[in-house]
Nanobody
């Protein structure tokens, strides 16, 4: 069974930094696009950032210039470096990955369990 396990969430003051990690485990042939999403209380889940296997990145306008997504394909891990955090960044952050289980399979979309980031003012 393939799973994503996030870590690195916590409580930080406004202006501070946090680094989230998400590691995929299980029988995996290849991981294509990986990404981070977040869901604040009472709001819908939204895209934060994505990164392709080749390293092409995309960001929500609200985090551009403050957050940086990266990945280590040898470790099946994606990271999210979050700087200059604001109270409005408070949310549960979810990792997402498009995973091929074999050379002939289609992409399987997998989600992590989420990690809470709280930014105090």
């Amino acid at each position: 069974q393939v799973q994503l396990v996030e870590s690195g969430g916590g409580l930080v003051q406004a202006g501070g930094s946090l680094r989230l990690s998400c590691a995929a485990s299980g029988i995996i042939f290849m991981i294509n696009t990986m990404g981070w999403y977040r869901q604040a209380p009472g709001k819908q889940r939204e895209l934060v950032a994505t990164i392709t296997r080749g390293g092409t990145t995309d960001y929500a306008s609200s985090v551009k210039g403050r957050f940086a997504i990266s990945r280590d394909n040898t470790k099946n891990t994606v990271y999210l470096q979050m700087n200059s955090l604001k109270p409005e960044d408070t949310a549960v952050y979810y990792c997402n990955a498009q995973i091929k289980l074999s050379v002939a399979s289609t992409n399987l979309e997998v989600w992590g369990q989420g990690t809470l980031v709280t930014v105090s003012s």
